[in-house]
Protein backbone atom coordinates (compact mmCIF):
# COMPACT_ATOMS: atom_id res chain seq x y z
CA UNK A 1 0.00 0.00 0.00
CA UNK A 2 1.94 3.09 -0.91
CA UNK A 3 1.75 6.47 0.90
CA UNK A 4 0.22 8.11 -2.26
CA UNK A 5 -2.51 5.93 -2.32
CA UNK A 6 -3.52 7.70 0.70
CA UNK A 7 -2.78 10.77 -0.02
CA UNK A 8 -4.21 11.54 -2.97
CA UNK A 9 -3.01 14.79 -4.96
CA UNK A 10 -6.98 15.91 -4.74
CA UNK A 11 -6.64 15.28 -0.38
CA UNK A 12 -3.16 17.73 -0.47
CA UNK A 13 -4.55 20.09 -2.69
CA UNK A 14 -7.94 20.22 -0.37
CA UNK A 15 -6.48 20.42 2.82
CA UNK A 16 -4.55 23.33 1.30
CA UNK A 17 -7.22 25.19 0.15
CA UNK A 18 -10.07 24.24 2.26
CA UNK A 19 -13.15 25.34 0.70
CA UNK A 20 -16.19 26.76 2.61
CA UNK A 21 -13.77 27.31 5.42
CA UNK A 22 -14.70 30.62 7.87
CA UNK A 23 -17.34 32.08 8.99
CA UNK A 24 -17.56 35.44 7.98
CA UNK A 25 -20.75 34.80 5.61
CA UNK A 26 -23.96 36.10 7.17
CA UNK A 27 -26.75 33.25 8.21
CA UNK A 28 -29.08 32.42 4.89
CA UNK A 29 -32.46 34.25 5.34
CA UNK A 30 -35.18 31.97 6.86
CA UNK A 31 -33.37 28.93 7.09
CA UNK A 32 -32.95 26.26 10.03
CA UNK A 33 -29.82 26.62 11.49
CA UNK A 34 -27.50 24.13 13.12
CA UNK A 35 -24.10 23.91 14.55
CA UNK A 36 -21.88 21.14 15.72
CA UNK A 37 -18.16 21.02 17.00
CA UNK A 38 -16.47 17.71 17.33
CA UNK A 39 -13.34 16.65 18.82
CA UNK A 40 -10.67 13.93 18.54
CA UNK A 41 -9.34 13.58 21.49
CA UNK A 42 -6.66 10.95 20.25
CA UNK A 43 -4.86 14.25 18.61
CA UNK A 44 -6.89 17.13 19.51
CA UNK A 45 -8.27 17.48 15.79
CA UNK A 46 -11.09 19.97 16.28
CA UNK A 47 -13.94 21.04 13.60
CA UNK A 48 -17.04 23.42 14.06
CA UNK A 49 -19.48 22.93 11.19
CA UNK A 50 -22.61 25.20 10.56
CA UNK A 51 -25.20 24.31 8.30
CA UNK A 52 -28.38 26.09 7.14
CA UNK A 53 -31.15 24.30 5.49
CA UNK A 54 -34.31 25.83 3.85
CA UNK A 55 -36.76 24.11 1.57
CA UNK A 56 -35.61 20.46 1.96
CA UNK A 57 -32.11 21.53 0.98
CA UNK A 58 -28.72 22.57 2.46
CA UNK A 59 -27.89 26.33 1.56
CA UNK A 60 -24.71 27.07 3.28
CA UNK A 61 -22.20 24.59 4.93
CA UNK A 62 -19.41 26.03 6.64
CA UNK A 63 -16.22 25.45 8.73
CA UNK A 64 -13.77 25.89 11.14
CA UNK A 65 -11.09 23.88 12.34
CA UNK A 66 -7.67 22.99 12.71
CA UNK A 67 -6.46 18.95 12.00
CA UNK A 68 -4.25 16.35 9.79
CA UNK A 69 -4.58 17.03 6.48
CA UNK A 70 -6.88 14.23 5.95
CA UNK A 71 -9.49 15.71 8.20
CA UNK A 72 -9.14 19.33 6.39
CA UNK A 73 -9.18 18.14 3.04
CA UNK A 74 -12.77 15.89 3.97
CA UNK A 75 -14.08 19.03 5.53
CA UNK A 76 -13.37 21.41 1.99
CA UNK A 77 -14.81 18.19 -0.03
CA UNK A 78 -17.68 18.21 2.15
CA UNK A 79 -18.44 21.68 1.33
CA UNK A 80 -18.16 21.24 -1.95
CA UNK A 81 -20.69 18.15 -2.35
CA UNK A 82 -23.10 19.21 0.52
CA UNK A 83 -24.27 22.91 -0.51
CA UNK A 84 -27.17 22.82 -3.16
CA UNK A 85 -28.00 19.08 -2.01
CA UNK A 86 -31.35 17.55 -0.78
CA UNK A 87 -31.25 16.84 2.74
CA UNK A 88 -31.80 13.57 1.67
CA UNK A 89 -29.18 13.56 -0.58
CA UNK A 90 -27.15 14.87 1.84
CA UNK A 91 -27.64 11.98 4.12
CA UNK A 92 -27.72 9.29 1.53
CA UNK A 93 -24.07 10.67 0.49
CA UNK A 94 -23.02 10.43 4.43
CA UNK A 95 -23.89 7.21 4.36
CA UNK A 96 -22.10 6.30 1.16
CA UNK A 97 -18.95 7.90 2.94
CA UNK A 98 -19.31 6.03 6.30
CA UNK A 99 -19.70 2.64 4.31
CA UNK A 100 -16.38 2.94 2.48
CA UNK A 101 -14.10 4.67 4.87
CA UNK A 102 -15.63 1.70 7.08
CA UNK A 103 -14.67 -1.27 4.96
CA UNK A 104 -10.95 -1.25 5.73
CA UNK A 105 -10.43 -1.28 1.93
CA UNK A 106 -13.41 -3.60 0.34
CA UNK A 107 -15.63 -0.59 -1.00
CA UNK A 108 -13.93 1.71 -3.68
CA UNK A 109 -15.07 5.51 -3.81
CA UNK A 110 -17.57 5.77 -7.07
CA UNK A 111 -16.71 9.11 -8.29
CA UNK A 112 -20.18 9.34 -9.87
CA UNK A 113 -21.77 8.94 -6.23
CA UNK A 114 -18.86 10.91 -4.07
CA UNK A 115 -17.13 13.15 -6.60
CA UNK A 116 -13.82 14.32 -4.76
CA UNK A 117 -14.90 12.11 -1.80
CA UNK A 118 -13.96 9.33 -3.43
CA UNK A 119 -10.34 9.74 -3.49
CA UNK A 120 -10.66 9.17 0.61
CA UNK A 121 -11.19 5.31 -0.31
CA UNK A 122 -7.36 4.75 0.98
CA UNK A 123 -8.13 6.18 3.96
CA UNK A 124 -10.38 2.92 4.64
CA UNK A 125 -6.60 0.53 4.46
CA UNK A 126 -5.35 3.16 7.93
CA UNK A 127 -7.94 2.68 10.33
CA UNK A 128 -6.33 4.84 12.41
CA UNK A 129 -7.37 7.92 10.17
CA UNK A 130 -10.71 7.05 9.59
CA UNK A 131 -11.77 9.27 12.06
CA UNK A 132 -10.21 11.73 10.83
CA UNK A 133 -11.79 11.49 7.58
CA UNK A 134 -15.15 11.57 8.81
CA UNK A 135 -15.16 14.57 12.09
CA UNK A 136 -16.71 17.24 9.92
CA UNK A 137 -18.80 14.60 8.47
CA UNK A 138 -20.01 13.71 11.57
CA UNK A 139 -20.73 17.52 12.53
CA UNK A 140 -22.26 18.08 9.40
CA UNK A 141 -24.30 14.92 9.76
CA UNK A 142 -24.92 16.28 13.56
CA UNK A 143 -25.88 20.12 12.38
CA UNK A 144 -27.98 19.62 9.56
CA UNK A 145 -30.30 17.01 11.82
CA UNK A 146 -30.83 20.44 14.90
CA UNK A 147 -31.17 22.53 11.08
CA UNK A 148 -34.27 20.57 10.31
CA UNK A 149 -35.27 20.24 13.66
CA UNK B 1 14.49 -21.94 35.95
CA UNK B 2 15.33 -22.38 32.53
CA UNK B 3 16.43 -19.21 30.91
CA UNK B 4 18.37 -19.31 27.49
CA UNK B 5 19.02 -16.21 26.37
CA UNK B 6 22.05 -14.43 27.91
CA UNK B 7 21.19 -10.77 28.10
CA UNK B 8 23.72 -8.84 25.70
CA UNK B 9 25.21 -6.91 29.29
CA UNK B 10 26.22 -9.89 30.60
CA UNK B 11 28.89 -10.55 27.23
CA UNK B 12 30.26 -6.67 27.46
CA UNK B 13 32.41 -5.10 29.77
CA UNK B 14 30.58 -3.04 31.89
CA UNK B 15 33.31 -0.11 32.10
CA UNK B 16 33.13 0.43 28.66
CA UNK B 17 30.91 3.25 26.55
CA UNK B 18 28.02 1.46 25.45
CA UNK B 19 28.80 2.21 21.44
CA UNK B 20 26.71 1.46 18.07
CA UNK B 21 28.23 -1.96 18.29
CA UNK B 22 26.86 -2.85 21.25
CA UNK B 23 23.58 -1.32 20.56
CA UNK B 24 23.70 -3.61 17.51
CA UNK B 25 24.30 -6.79 19.69
CA UNK B 26 21.73 -5.77 22.04
CA UNK B 27 19.06 -5.27 19.35
CA UNK B 28 19.55 -9.00 18.65
CA UNK B 29 17.99 -10.03 22.10
CA UNK B 30 14.84 -7.70 21.00
CA UNK B 31 12.93 -9.81 18.47
CA UNK B 32 10.42 -7.26 17.94
CA UNK B 33 12.87 -5.16 16.59
CA UNK B 34 13.82 -7.81 13.53
CA UNK B 35 11.29 -7.48 11.40
CA UNK B 36 10.07 -5.36 8.01
CA UNK B 37 7.20 -2.57 8.89
CA UNK B 38 5.86 -1.34 5.03
CA UNK B 39 8.84 -2.70 3.50
CA UNK B 40 11.54 -1.44 5.30
CA UNK B 41 13.38 -2.66 8.24
CA UNK B 42 11.66 -1.38 11.58
CA UNK B 43 13.24 2.17 12.92
CA UNK B 44 11.66 1.72 16.37
CA UNK B 45 11.77 5.17 18.16
CA UNK B 46 8.77 5.02 20.48
CA UNK B 47 10.07 3.52 23.35
CA UNK B 48 8.93 6.83 25.29
CA UNK B 49 5.76 5.39 24.92
CA UNK B 50 7.25 1.37 25.40
CA UNK B 51 9.75 0.02 25.25
CA UNK B 52 10.44 -3.26 22.89
CA UNK B 53 11.51 -6.62 25.59
CA UNK B 54 14.53 -8.65 25.78
CA UNK B 55 13.78 -12.41 25.34
CA UNK B 56 15.11 -12.73 29.27
CA UNK B 57 11.83 -10.95 29.77
CA UNK B 58 9.58 -12.86 27.70
CA UNK B 59 11.19 -16.10 28.87
CA UNK B 60 11.16 -15.27 32.50
CA UNK B 61 7.15 -14.14 32.50
CA UNK B 62 6.91 -18.21 30.89
CA UNK B 63 9.12 -19.97 32.91
CA UNK B 64 7.07 -18.38 35.65
CA UNK B 65 3.90 -19.94 34.27
CA UNK B 66 5.32 -23.31 33.09
CA UNK B 67 6.92 -23.26 36.65
CA UNK B 68 5.39 -21.81 39.62
CA UNK B 69 2.42 -20.35 38.72
CA UNK B 70 0.13 -19.59 41.93
CA UNK B 71 -1.61 -17.39 43.67
CA UNK B 72 0.83 -15.52 46.17
CA UNK B 73 0.09 -14.74 49.99
CA UNK B 74 -2.38 -17.50 50.29
CA UNK B 75 -2.53 -21.08 50.03
CA UNK B 76 0.72 -23.85 51.52
CA UNK B 77 1.04 -26.00 48.73
CA UNK B 78 4.71 -26.17 47.15
CA UNK B 79 3.91 -23.63 44.11
CA UNK B 80 2.42 -20.95 46.26
CA UNK B 81 5.39 -20.87 47.88
CA UNK B 82 7.60 -20.85 44.82
CA UNK B 83 4.85 -17.76 43.51
CA UNK B 84 5.45 -15.72 46.69
CA UNK B 85 9.43 -16.47 46.46
CA UNK B 86 8.91 -15.07 43.00
CA UNK B 87 6.86 -12.30 43.71
CA UNK B 88 8.63 -10.84 46.51
CA UNK B 89 12.05 -11.41 45.51
CA UNK B 90 11.16 -9.35 42.36
CA UNK B 91 9.70 -6.67 44.98
CA UNK B 92 13.11 -6.89 46.52
CA UNK B 93 15.10 -6.36 43.08
CA UNK B 94 12.82 -3.37 41.54
CA UNK B 95 12.90 -1.51 44.92
CA UNK B 96 16.76 -1.72 45.00
CA UNK B 97 17.06 -0.71 41.62
CA UNK B 98 15.65 2.50 42.37
CA UNK B 99 17.07 2.86 45.97
CA UNK B 100 14.50 2.23 48.24
CA UNK B 101 14.08 -0.52 51.14
CA UNK B 102 11.53 -3.90 49.74
CA UNK B 103 8.41 -2.51 51.79
CA UNK B 104 8.66 0.74 50.56
CA UNK B 105 7.69 -0.69 47.09
CA UNK B 106 3.87 -1.11 46.37
CA UNK B 107 2.95 -2.95 42.85
CA UNK B 108 0.45 -1.18 40.78
CA UNK B 109 -0.54 -1.82 36.97
CA UNK B 110 0.89 1.18 35.74
CA UNK B 111 2.46 4.65 37.16
CA UNK B 112 -1.00 6.01 36.71
CA UNK B 113 -2.53 3.51 38.96
CA UNK B 114 0.44 4.18 41.01
CA UNK B 115 -0.12 8.10 41.47
CA UNK B 116 -4.45 7.53 41.73
CA UNK B 117 -3.39 5.57 45.01
CA UNK B 118 -1.49 8.11 46.34
CA UNK B 119 -4.31 10.50 45.57
CA UNK B 120 -7.15 8.74 46.82
CA UNK B 121 -4.90 7.15 49.61
CA UNK B 122 -4.85 10.83 50.59
CA UNK B 123 -8.44 11.87 50.31
CA UNK B 124 -9.52 8.62 51.96
CA UNK B 125 -7.26 10.22 54.88
CA UNK B 126 -9.66 13.02 54.74
CA UNK B 127 -12.52 11.21 54.86
CA UNK B 128 -11.42 8.95 57.70
CA UNK B 129 -9.89 12.03 59.63
CA UNK B 130 -13.35 13.55 59.31
CA UNK B 131 -14.79 11.01 61.30
CA UNK B 132 -12.49 10.50 63.53
CA UNK B 133 -11.01 7.50 61.95
CA UNK B 134 -7.33 6.67 62.00
CA UNK B 135 -6.67 9.37 64.83
CA UNK B 136 -4.21 12.25 65.03
CA UNK B 137 -1.38 10.63 63.03
CA UNK B 138 -4.08 10.22 60.08
CA UNK B 139 -5.38 13.98 60.91
CA UNK B 140 -2.45 15.06 59.29
CA UNK B 141 -2.40 13.79 55.54
CA UNK B 142 -6.07 15.75 55.60
CA UNK B 143 -6.40 18.18 52.74
CA UNK B 144 -9.45 20.68 52.68
CA UNK B 145 -10.17 24.40 51.67
CA UNK B 146 -6.94 26.48 52.50
CA UNK B 147 -4.61 23.87 51.29
CA UNK B 148 -2.92 23.75 48.10
CA UNK B 149 -1.75 20.64 45.72
CA UNK B 150 1.21 22.42 43.28
CA UNK B 151 2.17 20.17 40.09
CA UNK B 152 3.95 21.44 36.69
CA UNK B 153 2.25 23.08 33.46
CA UNK B 154 4.35 20.64 31.69
CA UNK B 155 2.92 17.02 33.38
CA UNK B 156 1.93 14.11 31.79
CA UNK B 157 -2.06 13.99 32.18
CA UNK B 158 -1.31 11.33 34.33
CA UNK B 159 0.77 13.17 36.95
CA UNK B 160 -1.89 16.45 36.32
CA UNK B 161 -5.90 14.53 36.71
CA UNK B 162 -5.83 12.46 39.83
CA UNK B 163 -4.96 15.96 41.15
CA UNK B 164 -7.50 18.33 39.62
CA UNK B 165 -9.66 15.39 41.12
CA UNK B 166 -8.00 15.25 44.69
CA UNK B 167 -8.47 19.35 44.96
CA UNK B 168 -11.98 18.80 43.70
CA UNK B 169 -12.76 15.81 46.38
CA UNK B 170 -11.45 18.02 49.53
CA UNK B 171 -11.62 21.39 48.52
CA UNK B 172 -8.02 22.19 48.17
CA UNK B 173 -6.56 24.36 45.34
CA UNK B 174 -4.45 23.51 42.61
CA UNK B 175 -1.82 25.42 41.46
CA UNK B 176 1.00 25.08 38.68
CA UNK B 177 4.32 26.07 38.23
CA UNK B 178 3.93 27.46 34.63
CA UNK B 179 7.05 26.94 32.05
CA UNK B 180 7.99 29.83 29.78
CA UNK B 181 7.53 29.93 25.64
CA UNK B 182 10.40 27.18 25.28
CA UNK B 183 8.81 25.14 28.38
CA UNK B 184 11.13 26.07 30.65
CA UNK B 185 9.93 25.79 34.20
CA UNK B 186 9.46 29.14 36.18
CA UNK B 187 11.91 28.17 39.07
CA UNK B 188 11.48 31.76 40.54
CA UNK B 189 7.72 31.16 40.53
CA UNK B 190 7.97 28.40 41.72
CA UNK B 191 9.51 29.69 44.69
CA UNK B 192 6.81 32.10 44.75
CA UNK B 193 3.55 29.57 44.54
CA UNK B 194 5.34 27.08 46.99
CA UNK B 195 4.69 27.90 50.72
CA UNK B 196 3.14 27.09 54.22
CA UNK B 197 -0.38 26.62 52.56
CA UNK B 198 1.57 23.56 49.93
CA UNK B 199 0.84 20.02 50.77
CA UNK B 200 1.59 18.16 48.01
CA UNK B 201 4.24 18.99 44.81
CA UNK B 202 3.82 16.66 42.50
CA UNK B 203 5.74 16.85 39.15
CA UNK B 204 7.69 14.83 36.40
CA UNK B 205 11.69 13.71 36.53
CA UNK B 206 11.94 13.64 33.09
CA UNK B 207 9.53 15.54 30.72
CA UNK B 208 8.02 13.08 27.99
CA UNK B 209 8.03 15.71 25.66
CA UNK B 210 10.92 18.38 26.08
CA UNK B 211 13.88 15.71 26.43
CA UNK B 212 14.74 17.42 29.89
CA UNK B 213 15.25 16.29 33.62
CA UNK B 214 13.58 18.57 36.13
CA UNK B 215 15.62 20.46 39.08
CA UNK B 216 14.63 17.91 41.34
CA UNK B 217 16.87 19.36 44.40
CA UNK B 218 15.61 22.71 43.95
CA UNK B 219 11.62 21.56 43.77
CA UNK B 220 12.10 18.76 46.86
CA UNK B 221 13.86 21.54 49.10
CA UNK B 222 10.90 24.06 48.60
CA UNK B 223 8.25 21.44 49.11
CA UNK B 224 10.42 19.55 52.51
CA UNK B 225 10.88 23.47 53.66
CA UNK B 226 7.16 24.24 52.93
CA UNK B 227 6.65 20.91 55.10
CA UNK B 228 4.54 19.49 52.12
CA UNK B 229 5.01 15.85 50.11
CA UNK B 230 6.67 15.18 47.09
CA UNK B 231 5.20 12.91 44.67
CA UNK B 232 7.07 12.49 41.54
CA UNK B 233 6.16 10.92 38.29
CA UNK B 234 9.29 8.92 37.17
CA UNK B 235 8.12 7.39 34.34
CA UNK B 236 10.75 8.63 31.84
CA UNK B 237 13.75 8.74 34.16
CA UNK B 238 13.60 5.17 35.74
CA UNK B 239 14.23 3.64 32.71
CA UNK B 240 16.73 5.79 31.12
CA UNK B 241 18.97 6.47 34.07
CA UNK B 242 20.28 5.73 37.10
CA UNK B 243 17.63 7.19 40.31
CA UNK B 244 18.26 6.81 43.61
CA UNK B 245 14.98 7.70 45.28
CA UNK B 246 16.55 8.36 48.72
CA UNK B 247 19.37 10.34 47.35
CA UNK B 248 16.30 12.89 45.49
CA UNK B 249 14.76 13.01 48.48
CA UNK B 250 11.47 12.34 47.42
CA UNK B 251 8.02 10.77 49.23
CA UNK B 252 6.63 8.93 46.61
CA UNK B 253 7.48 7.82 43.09
CA UNK B 254 6.17 6.14 40.35
CA UNK B 255 7.02 4.31 37.19
CA UNK B 256 5.97 1.53 35.32
CA UNK B 257 7.19 -0.96 34.05
CA UNK B 258 6.00 -1.63 30.43
CA UNK B 259 8.73 1.53 29.41
CA UNK B 260 11.64 -0.34 30.95
CA UNK B 261 11.75 -3.78 28.91
CA UNK B 262 8.54 -5.46 31.00
CA UNK B 263 5.33 -6.19 30.03
CA UNK B 264 2.05 -3.98 30.12
CA UNK B 265 0.35 -4.00 32.95
CA UNK B 266 2.64 -3.92 36.03
CA UNK B 267 4.21 -0.31 37.84
CA UNK B 268 5.57 0.47 41.12
CA UNK B 269 4.86 3.13 43.55
CA UNK B 270 7.81 4.24 45.81
CA UNK B 271 6.67 5.60 49.24
CA UNK B 272 8.70 6.17 51.92
CA UNK B 273 7.84 3.40 54.78
CA UNK B 274 6.70 5.87 58.01
CA UNK B 275 4.22 7.29 54.80
CA UNK B 276 2.81 4.67 53.53
CA UNK B 277 1.97 2.54 56.99
CA UNK B 278 0.45 5.66 58.15
CA UNK B 279 -2.06 6.33 55.04
CA UNK B 280 -5.36 4.49 54.53
CA UNK B 281 -5.65 2.18 51.42
CA UNK B 282 -7.03 2.93 48.14
CA UNK B 283 -8.61 -0.29 47.15
CA UNK B 284 -10.14 -2.97 49.43
CA UNK B 285 -10.21 -6.67 49.18
CA UNK B 286 -8.73 -9.77 49.31
CA UNK B 287 -5.23 -10.06 50.65
CA UNK B 288 -4.75 -7.06 52.20
CA UNK B 289 -6.31 -7.47 55.78
CA UNK B 290 -5.85 -8.93 59.33
CA UNK B 291 -9.52 -9.36 60.40
CA UNK B 292 -12.25 -9.11 58.87
CA UNK B 293 -15.97 -9.03 60.78
CA UNK B 294 -19.34 -8.25 59.02
CA UNK B 295 -18.85 -4.67 59.77
CA UNK B 296 -15.64 -4.16 58.88
CA UNK B 297 -12.13 -4.53 58.78
CA UNK B 298 -8.57 -4.09 59.50
CA UNK B 299 -5.63 -3.56 57.35
CA UNK B 300 -2.18 -5.06 57.00
CA UNK B 301 0.81 -2.63 56.99
CA UNK B 302 2.56 -1.66 53.70
CA UNK B 303 3.18 -2.65 51.05
CA UNK B 304 0.20 -5.25 51.05
CA UNK B 305 -1.74 -2.74 52.75
CA UNK B 306 -2.42 -1.54 49.26
CA UNK B 307 -2.21 -4.74 47.07
CA UNK B 308 -5.67 -5.51 47.24
CA UNK B 309 -7.05 -8.87 45.30
CA UNK B 310 -4.88 -11.11 42.98
CA UNK B 311 -1.82 -9.77 42.19
CA UNK B 312 0.12 -9.39 39.04
CA UNK B 313 2.38 -11.90 39.58
CA UNK B 314 4.16 -12.92 36.68
CA UNK B 315 4.07 -9.45 35.15
CA UNK B 316 6.32 -8.42 38.56
CA UNK B 317 8.56 -11.38 37.51
CA UNK B 318 9.34 -10.74 34.36
CA UNK B 319 9.81 -6.49 35.37
CA UNK B 320 13.04 -8.15 37.71
CA UNK B 321 13.95 -9.50 34.79
CA UNK B 322 13.95 -6.59 33.27
CA UNK B 323 15.60 -4.91 35.89
CA UNK B 324 18.20 -7.23 35.79
CA UNK B 325 18.58 -6.59 32.02
CA UNK B 326 19.31 -3.06 32.17
CA UNK B 327 21.36 -3.32 35.62
CA UNK B 328 23.77 -5.93 33.45
CA UNK B 329 23.99 -3.52 30.91
CA UNK B 330 24.47 -0.32 33.14
CA UNK B 331 22.29 2.86 34.11
CA UNK B 332 24.61 5.32 33.75
CA UNK B 333 26.12 3.79 30.70
CA UNK B 334 23.13 3.58 28.82
CA UNK B 335 21.99 7.23 30.30
CA UNK B 336 25.31 8.53 28.79
CA UNK B 337 24.55 6.22 25.46
CA UNK B 338 20.85 8.14 25.32
CA UNK B 339 22.25 11.55 25.77
CA UNK B 340 24.55 10.92 23.15
CA UNK B 341 21.81 9.90 20.91
CA UNK B 342 19.74 12.69 22.32
CA UNK B 343 21.72 15.15 21.05
CA UNK B 344 21.55 13.74 17.59
CA UNK B 345 18.59 13.48 17.49
CA UNK B 346 17.81 16.76 18.42
CA UNK B 347 21.01 18.18 16.05
CA UNK B 348 19.56 16.61 13.22
CA UNK B 349 15.81 17.88 13.80
CA UNK B 350 16.71 21.27 14.33
CA UNK B 351 18.54 21.08 11.14
CA UNK B 352 15.84 20.40 8.79
CA UNK B 353 14.35 23.48 7.44
CA UNK B 354 10.85 24.60 9.08
CA UNK B 355 11.14 21.83 11.56
CA UNK B 356 10.65 23.37 15.02
CA UNK B 357 12.42 21.38 18.11
CA UNK B 358 10.80 21.02 21.61
CA UNK B 359 12.60 22.09 24.68
CA UNK B 360 16.43 22.37 24.87
CA UNK B 361 18.28 23.40 21.30
CA UNK B 362 21.24 21.30 20.76
CA UNK B 363 23.74 21.21 22.91
CA UNK B 364 21.87 22.90 25.17
CA UNK B 365 21.75 22.15 29.09
CA UNK B 366 18.07 23.14 31.07
CA UNK B 367 18.49 22.55 34.58
CA UNK B 368 22.14 21.54 34.59
CA UNK B 369 21.64 18.58 32.39
CA UNK B 370 21.79 17.75 28.65
CA UNK B 371 18.47 16.49 27.00
CA UNK B 372 17.98 12.79 27.57
CA UNK B 373 17.12 10.53 24.10
CA UNK B 374 14.00 12.32 23.08
CA UNK B 375 13.12 14.54 20.95
CA UNK B 376 9.43 15.92 19.99
CA UNK B 377 8.75 18.31 17.12
CA UNK B 378 6.70 20.52 15.14
CA UNK B 379 6.93 20.41 11.50
CA UNK B 380 5.50 23.73 9.92
CA UNK B 381 2.56 23.30 7.71
CA UNK B 382 1.88 19.13 7.89
CA UNK B 383 0.07 18.14 10.69
CA UNK B 384 2.10 15.86 13.24
CA UNK B 385 -0.54 12.49 12.09
CA UNK B 386 0.57 13.32 8.65
CA UNK B 387 4.53 13.77 9.74
CA UNK B 388 3.83 10.05 11.50
CA UNK B 389 1.96 8.43 9.02
CA UNK B 390 5.12 9.29 6.01
CA UNK B 391 7.37 8.37 8.79
CA UNK B 392 5.67 4.56 9.12
CA UNK B 393 5.32 4.44 5.54
CA UNK B 394 9.20 4.12 5.41
CA UNK B 395 9.09 1.62 8.56
CA UNK B 396 9.80 4.23 10.89
CA UNK B 397 7.81 4.70 14.33
CA UNK B 398 7.69 7.54 16.28
CA UNK B 399 4.88 9.08 18.58
CA UNK B 400 1.78 11.81 17.29
CA UNK B 401 -0.50 13.73 19.12
CA UNK B 402 -0.17 15.36 22.35
CA UNK B 403 1.88 13.05 23.77
CA UNK B 404 -0.41 12.69 27.55
CA UNK B 405 0.41 16.62 27.48
CA UNK B 406 -2.89 18.66 26.34
CA UNK B 407 -1.64 21.53 28.58
CA UNK B 408 2.39 22.11 27.80
CA UNK B 409 1.36 21.62 23.87
CA UNK B 410 -1.17 24.56 24.29
CA UNK B 411 1.65 26.53 25.94
CA UNK B 412 3.60 25.91 23.31
CA UNK B 413 1.16 26.91 20.39
CA UNK B 414 0.68 23.25 19.48
CA UNK B 415 -2.22 20.36 19.71
CA UNK B 416 -0.03 18.42 18.22
CA UNK B 417 3.43 17.16 18.21
CA UNK B 418 5.77 13.81 16.70
CA UNK B 419 7.91 12.90 19.23
CA UNK B 420 11.22 10.16 18.61
CA UNK B 421 12.44 8.19 21.55
CA UNK B 422 15.25 6.07 21.96
CA UNK B 423 16.39 3.12 24.24
CA UNK B 424 19.33 1.14 24.53
CA UNK B 425 18.51 -0.98 21.59
CA UNK B 426 18.85 2.51 19.31
CA UNK B 427 21.15 2.73 17.19
CA UNK B 428 22.77 6.02 15.41
CA UNK B 429 21.77 4.58 11.88
CA UNK B 430 18.47 4.80 13.54
CA UNK B 431 18.42 8.38 14.31
CA UNK B 432 19.65 9.30 10.61
CA UNK B 433 17.03 7.12 9.31
CA UNK B 434 14.72 9.72 11.27
CA UNK B 435 16.06 12.57 10.10
CA UNK B 436 16.50 11.60 6.51
CA UNK B 437 13.19 10.84 6.22
CA UNK B 438 12.17 13.97 8.18
CA UNK B 439 13.76 16.13 5.70
CA UNK B 440 11.69 14.92 2.82
CA UNK B 441 8.18 15.43 4.75
CA UNK B 442 7.63 19.16 4.02
CA UNK B 443 8.57 18.42 0.20
CA UNK B 444 5.75 15.63 0.29
CA UNK B 445 2.83 17.42 1.82
CA UNK B 446 3.57 20.17 -1.02
CA UNK B 447 4.61 22.91 1.91
CA UNK B 448 8.36 23.03 -0.33
CA UNK B 449 9.11 22.16 -3.57
CA UNK B 450 8.04 18.31 -3.96
CA UNK B 451 11.08 15.74 -3.74
CA UNK B 452 11.35 12.57 -4.16
CA UNK B 453 7.27 11.45 -4.13
Known amino acids: ?41 VCGDEVTVRVDVADGAIRSLRWEGHGCSISMASASVLHDLAEGATTEDFQALVSVFRDMLRSRGAISGDPEVLGDAAAFEGVSRYVARVKCAMIAWVAAEDAARQAQG | MALVSIPAGLRTVQEARLDDSEAERIRRDFPALDQEVNGHPLVYLDSGATSQKPRSVLEAEQDFYESRNAAVHRGAHELAVRATDAYEDARAKVAAFVGAETEELVWTSNATEAINLV ?31 VVTELEHHANLIPWQELAFRTGAALRYIPVD ?36 GDLVELAHRAGALVVLDACQSVPHMPVDVKALGVDFAAFSGHKMLAPTGIGALYGRAELLDALPPFLVGGSMITKVTMERAEYLPAPQRFEAGTQRISQAVALAAAVDYLSETGMARIAAREAELGARLAEGVAAIDGVRLLGPAPGEQWYGHARFGLAAFDVDGVHAHDVGQYLDSRGIAVRVGHHCAQPLHRRLGLTASTRASAYLYTTEADVDALVATLAEVRGYFGVTAKVGA
Not at chain 2, 121 to 138: P, Q, V
Not at chain 2, 190 to 203: D, K, M, V
Open chain 2, 181 to 216: DAGRLDLAEAARIIGPRTRILAFSHASNVLGTVSPV
Open chain 1, 1 to 41: MSLDALYQQVILEHAKERHGSGFDGAPTPAAGHGESHQLNP
Open chain 2, 119 to 149: AYALSNASAWAERGRGGAELARFALGAGDEI
